[in-house]
């Protein structure tokens, strides 16, 4: 090629070169010029790095060898330099170059100006293919990039929930890592999975964030598990809808100060779910229902409570022990007003007056003793909750 001396010639200048070209890319690209994002010295080594991969193809014809651009793609995506700006610096060099190229050519008599406009050609496309190799070495190491932050993510999330932080992280610097604010109020979640890698709760972080809710999710065999943070006004009504439109079963913690108490909190936050009434869909807080979360908390007592206040109810035949549970339930649902059970039983007051000294004779507990009528609730809950 023509342009082979005008090559060489210009690789013998490759540091000098190396050094106007990043002075070029730093004055025309606004994110080049920021020394803590790309040191000066990391663009200058790439652009000598480019240069004479390119002027070598000129002097003596090497193949087109797009290492340099490749390296720079990956070191471009690990700075967080956007890609537009990246294939920007890219445009900014190529154009000094050919300028530089002119510039020599008018010192070798013998260049043509036949043979410029073809190495014009040559270098625009040689643009094209150093381009597609920056961005695809750019996106590879993004995608590398995110697939560790999210592990990394996935990690402190997970170390959060089972209290077990490495000695060199605090839950302030884990919080600042996952986006979380240093100090509550925060509560857990927890939502039942219904198949293995089926999230009951999908698109939730996303959600809460375009509301200004920071949170935190893991997906686990059998729940989906996180940690939102409740520090603006409406977080947690925000927090609750966004839950409530999933049509999932989810239980919450109460709220907490410390990220220190989140592995209480997540126990709270599944008691709360075990104690969720029924099969279906629901949201419900562990402070909802105290009663039920203890319930939930100590199966095998409240098994034995069951038995215990309830066992002669229970060996009753079906029929009537569902009408007497029923009328109960009714009864303690109406707050103890006999008028309001028999509407909500759509019976006579007399009738669930005669059923309720049933269930006194049975059980032998009267519900005009306060502690009695404990004993009979807890019972009660605990038969709602658990198998029997």
Request: with cysteine; proline share 6%; hydrophobic share 45%.
């Amino acid at each position: 090629m023509g342009l082979s001396s005008v090559g060489a010639a210009l690789r013998t200048r490759v540091p000098e070169l190396g050094e106007l070209m990043a002075g070029r890319i730093r004055a025309e690209v606004e994110s080049y010029a920021d020394d803590a994002l790309i040191p000066c010295s990391s663009l200058r080594e790439s652009c000598e790095g480019n240069a004479d991969l390119l002027l070598a193809r000129f002097a003596f014809g090497a193949g087109p060898d797009v290492g340099a651009a490749q390296q720079t793609g990956r070191l471009r995506a690990e700075q967080g330099v956007p890609l537009a700006d990246t294939l920007h610096a890219y445009r900014v060099g190529f154009e000094f170059l050919w300028s530089e190229l002119v510039d020599e050519a008018r010192r070798h008599p013998d260049v043509t100006d036949t043979e410029l406009v073809a190495g014009s050609s040559e270098i625009w496309a040689l643009f094209g293919r150093y381009a597609e190799a920056v961005a695809a070495a750019y996106r590879e190491a993004s995608a590398e990039l995110a697939l560790q932050r999210e592990a990394r993510r996935s990690a402190l999330a997970e170390a959060l929930f089972t209290g077990a932080l490495a000695d060199r992280t605090t839950p302030w610097e884990a919080a600042g890592q996952l986006g979380l604010p240093e100090r509550g109020p925060y509560a857990v979640v927890a939502a039942s999975v219904p198949d293995p890698g089926q999230e009951p709760l999908p698109g939730i972080e996303a959600a809460l964030r375009r509301s200004g809710v920071p949170s935190v999710w893991r997906l686990l065999p059998d729940q989906q598990i996180g940690l939102v943070a409740l520090a603006h006004r409406d977080a947690e009504s925000v927090s609750l809808r966004e839950l409530r439109r999933r049509r999932a079963r989810v239980g919450v913690s109460p709220t907490f100060d410390t990220l220190r108490e989140t592995p209480q909190a997540l126990r709270f936050a599944r008691l709360a779910l075990t104690g969720l009434p029924g099969a279906g869909p629901g949201v419900t807080r562990f402070d909802d229902s105290p009663l039920a979360m203890l319930t939930a908390a100590a199966p095998a007592e409240a098994s034995r409570l069951v038995e215990v206040s309830l066992g002669p109810l229970l060996a009753l035949p079906e029929v009537e022990r569902g009408r007497l549970l029923r009328t109960l339930g009714h009864w303690f649902g109406s707050g103890g007003v006999t008028a309001a059970a028999a509407e909500r039983l759509f019976v006579h007051p007399n009738t669930v007056r005669y059923r309720l000294r049933r269930i006194e004779e049975l059980t032998g507990r009267s519900l005009s003793d306060p502690l009695a009528v404990c004993d009979l609730g807890a019972a009660l809950y605990a038969l709602r909750l658990l198998p029997f």
